[in-house]
């Protein structure tokens, strides 16, 4: 282990978690400096302490300041600097900027970019927006308000509904009904709250082995549930996520690039507050190669093309287009070959040749005794692809998109495909206002999509059903066939999982059964049990901490 004297512990201290231990974490320091450090790090002998030492700390041009004061909130080993001592005032950001920007590009900034990150909250933005910013697979982890579990009933403090007021929209002769379409979802959701709530209250009353907290839970989440699909397309809601540098330039670029106004305007706001934290891994979408890369972006939109092909109205929910007839015999010799030295060639031939005996008995070795959903299978299930065709409601989408591990595209939502009435809706009697609802939507829609398509995307309700494309390989369907099928989940996005996972073992049955912890149930209350499991962690986190 390498050794410091004491003033360079002393001076290394507050930046690093422990100064004796081979792993350890930094701190203190501003993304910039992160990034260059580990780019340094990279092309370089030293450790990455000695390194930060003597070419960040001691280099004045980076302007490290206050040494002594931030030294004098942590010891040698490490312990936490004091209040006062963070990044402002430890470490003069600008000028690690500059010295970015002469001395380390020639590291290679995007593999830099991507070690530098930053935490941002997008509030008040459309549901539109949100899924043109999930968009985003690698270097980007978002968390978005629930529709599940938060009532949309507020309004703001001018008195308004909560939806976003499309600019294009507002200056055109649509003014007006975009406006009062919005607003009648809004009202028809917000009176059917307590309505449909106290419906489920009756349904269901409480006993005594729920908590007064789990049953007014499961009671809230089975009123959103029921509801959520009144709310529109633009309905202002709020998302938090975490990326690197990297993945923020391109989705700014891409944003840019957009035909709406809400997506620009999102990327000029998203690239200034990112400035304030990560300036140097936000400056390419302004420069030539940004602004050449919007324009291949919109170029490449076929708008134009895809108006010659005619609309299908309505489809199946889940429909298996394309697959790998020999998925058994690619995953069973992606399986064998790390324990042994044939070539994949020759083991693809040795798999073909195998009887369903002995393909069941390595493929049930393979996958293991998985006790629960989260021991995930090995990399040999990667080895198979399935595409499906979905069309499903827009809530339903709105869960779904946010998986990684696959290829999505959707069409642009409208009311073509009909809405989703959920079968609770019906049974309190609540369906008259749900349809006309419904169908004033769809008059709106209608007359908006004739001039500007893409803006009358915002006042489609959550209920009325989009389509899109998934295609994922095999071990990414076991998590999200098992995932989204459980109990707790939503009762659309529970039917599309349990209809892939019906397809996939339709035609690959000895793949499908190892699929085990598929819920192929229906629930009358979804969040019930998990609920009652909540009740328990409270109570056990309650006794372990004395209260």
Request: with cysteine; aromatic share 10%.
């Amino acid at each position: 282990m390498e050794t410091f004297t004491d003033e360079e512990r002393r001076l290394l201290a507050p930046f690093v978690s422990n100064m004796d231990r081979p792993v350890f974490v930094l701190r203190s320091l501003p993304e910039v400096v992160k990034g260059a450090l580990f780019s340094r790090y990279s092309r370089s002998t030293k450790s990455l302490r000695r390194t930060l030492l003597d070419e960040f700390i001691r280099n004045k041009e980076i302007g490290f300041e206050a040494q002594e004061g931030a030294a004098g909130g942590a010891d040698a080993g490490g312990a936490a600097a004091t209040a006062g001592s963070g990044p402002g005032d430890i470490v003069a950001t600008e000028k690690a900027e500059q010295f970015y920007d002469r001395v380390l590009l020639g590291y290679g900034d995007d593999s830099v970019a991507e070690l530098a990150g930053a935490h941002i909250a997008l509030e008040d933005i459309s549901i539109i927006a949100t899924k043109m910013v999930q968009d985003a697979r690698i270097g980007l982890s978002p968390l978005e308000k629930s529709t599940r579990y938060v009532y949309f009933d507020q309004k703001d403090e001018n008195g308004k509904w909560r939806y976003y007021e499309e600019p294009d929209l507002a200056a055109s002769e649509f003014a007006a009904l975009y406006s009062e379409t919005c607003s009648m979802l809004f009202s028809t959701y917000a009176s059917l709250i307590p309505k449909v709530s106290k419906f489920f209250s009756e349904r269901m009353p409480r006993d005594e082995s729920l908590s007064e907290r789990a049953y007014e839970a499961t009671i809230r989440a089975k009123t959103c549930d029921s509801i959520r699909g009144l709310l529109p397309a633009s309905t202002k809601t709020n998302m938090g996520f975490f990326g690197n540098g990297r993945a923020y330039e391109y989705l700014i670029t891409k944003l840019y690039a957009d035909p709406l106004a809400e997506m620009r305007d999102l990327a000029k706001t998203m690239q200034a507050e990112l400035r304030t934290e990560i300036p140097s891994f936000v400056k390419r979408p302004d420069t030539q190669h940004g602004r050449e890369t919007q324009e291949y972006i919109r170029k490449t939109r076929l708008d134009g093309l895809g108006a010659g092909i005619a609309a299908e109205a309505g489809a199946d929910e889940v429909v298996l287009v394309e697959y790998d007839e020999d998925a058994e015999e690619r995953i069973i010799a992606a399986a064998l070959y790390p324990f042994t030295n044939a070539s994949m060639t020759s083991l693809r031939g040795r798999a073909k040749g195998m009887q369903k005996p002995e393909r069941e008995r390595i493929l049930s070795a393979y996958s293991g005794e998985r006790s629960n959903r989260r021991h995930k299978p090995g990399r040999a299930y990667e080895s198979a692809a399935y595409t499906f065709d979905i069309c499903a409601n827009y809530g339903c989408y709105r869960d779904i998109h946010r998986h990684r591990v696959l290829t999505q595209q959707r069409q642009a939502l409208g009311c073509l495909h009909g809405f989703t009435l959920p079968k609770e809706i019906v049974e309190s009697g609540f369906e008259p206002e749900f349809r006309d609802a419904m169908i004033a939507s769809k008059n709106a829609w209608e007359s908006i999509a004739k001039k500007r398509p893409l803006q009358a995307q915002y006042v489609v309700p959550l209920a009325y059903r989009i389509r899109w494309q998934m295609t994922m390989n095999l071990r990414e369907a076991f998590h999200f066939c098992e995932l989204r099928s459980q109990m707790q989940g939503h009762m659309d996005y529970r039917r599309v999982a349990q209809g892939m996972y019906r397809e996939i073992s339709r035609v690959h049955p000895l793949l499908g059964g190892q699929m085990k912890f598929v819920d192929m149930q229906d629930y009358q209350f979804e969040r019930l049990e998990a609920e009652r499991k909540l009740d328990k962690k409270i109570a056990e986190a309650a006794k372990k901490h004395g209260k």
